[in-house]
């Protein structure tokens, strides 16, 4: 399979959402709204869930069911609201010793006039600094598309997932043929060059865990759980001090 047949199946139609992971892997999810500076993002959802009787806090980028829940949705696209609202969820998870949990599925943050004024740059580079600095385990799984700081914004974390047929990339493949070759036609050859696949990174040491995919999306829900549940008791034994410089030593590597 090509690396651009990899991108298609991340956009696939009816492939899962943000949401139906959160639904299916938690019980008694929360939902908390706004990001106490200006408005709520449905772009991204957050709150407070149990995993195995276990409070954890989890976010994850939505794109939305039909179609006017993807309007809604913005695409899962978020504006700096969203990632706002996602740092204040997880200052909160730091204050209570909760983990984190990411979903990560967007082609990238919003990039549309209101977005750059309300600093939609700022908002992306406070939640960098902050998550590398966050005293509370983090976990980010990329279910979907990955593209740029959008994804990035929430997937500073201890240990980074992915699906096998997700992307992680710097930039969409259709952005960089546009880019390098003035030409949308070479988007087959942007995505071999931009090695985006679960592979890729999997080999460049950009994730932790390829999780393998089936047709029966509730396999990948128990697969991700029992995941979770064999790691996340491990990172949460850690004095902060070696959680952080593990996690600086991650990001150093690369």
Same mark, same amino acid.
């Given at each position: 399979?090509?690396?651009?047949?990899?991108?298609?199946?991340?956009?696939?139609?009816?492939?899962?959402?943000?949401?139906?992971?959160?639904?299916?892997?938690?019980?008694?999810?929360?939902?908390?709204?706004?990001?106490?500076?200006?408005?709520?993002?449905?772009?991204?959802?957050?709150?407070?869930?149990?995993?195995?009787?276990?409070?954890?806090?989890?976010?994850?980028?939505?794109?939305?069911?039909?179609?006017?829940?993807?309007?809604?949705?913005?695409?899962?696209?978020?504006?700096?609201?969203?990632?706002?609202?996602?740092?204040?969820?997880?200052?909160?998870?730091?204050?209570?010793? #909760?983990?984190?949990?990411?979903?990560?599925? @967007?082609?990238?943050?919003?990039?549309? !006039?209101? *977005?750059? +004024?309300?600093? $939609?740059?700022?908002?992306?580079?406070?939640?960098?600094?902050?998550?590398?600095?966050?005293?509370?385990?983090?976990?980010?799984?990329?279910?979907?598309?990955?593209?740029?700081?959008?994804?990035?914004?929430?997937?500073?974390?201890?240990?980074?997932?992915?699906?096998?047929?997700?992307?992680?990339?710097?930039?969409?493949?259709?952005?960089?043929?546009?880019?390098?070759?003035?030409?949308?036609?070479?988007?087959?050859?942007?995505?071999?060059?931009?090695?985006?696949?679960?592979?890729?990174?999997?080999?460049?040491?950009?994730?932790?865990?390829?999780?393998?995919?089936?047709?029966?999306?509730?396999?990948?829900?128990? #697969?991700?759980?029992?995941?979770?549940?064999? @790691?996340?008791?491990?990172?949460?034994? !850690?004095? *902060?001090? +070696?959680?952080? $410089?593990?996690?600086?030593?991650?990001?150093?590597?690369?």
């Amino acid at each position: 399979m090509s690396a651009y047949d990899k991108v298609l199946l991340a956009r696939a139609k009816g492939r899962a959402t943000g949401l139906t992971y959160v639904e299916a892997i938690f019980d008694d999810f929360i939902e908390l709204h706004g990001d106490r500076r200006f408005s709520d993002d449905p772009a991204i959802v957050g709150g407070i869930a149990c995993l195995n009787g276990e409070p954890v806090t989890v976010i994850a980028m939505e794109k939305g069911g039909d179609m006017k829940d993807k309007v809604r949705r913005n695409f899962g696209s978020p504006n700096p609201e969203g990632y706002r609202k996602a740092l204040r969820l997880m200052k909160q998870a730091e204050k209570f010793h #909760r983990p984190v949990v990411c979903f990560v599925d @967007t082609s990238g943050a919003f990039c549309g !006039l209101g *977005a750059e +004024e309300r600093g $939609q740059g700022q908002a992306i580079a406070e939640n960098l600094v902050e998550m590398m600095d966050l005293q509370t385990p983090v976990i980010s799984i990329l279910i979907g598309e990955g593209g740029s700081g959008g994804a990035l914004a929430l997937a500073v974390a201890d240990q980074v997932w992915i699906l096998e047929n997700a992307v992680y990339s710097v930039i969409s493949p259709e952005g960089c043929a546009s880019i390098l070759w003035k030409d949308a036609k070479k988007v087959k050859e942007a995505a071999e060059c931009l090695k985006l696949t679960a592979q890729d990174m999997e080999k460049l040491g950009v994730v932790e865990r390829v999780i393998p995919e089936e047709k029966d999306f509730g396999l990948i829900y128990d #697969r991700i759980k029992t995941a979770l549940l064999e @790691t996340l008791p491990d990172l949460q034994t !850690l004095p *902060a001090d +070696e959680l952080l $410089q593990r996690r600086y030593e991650r990001f150093r590597k690369f």
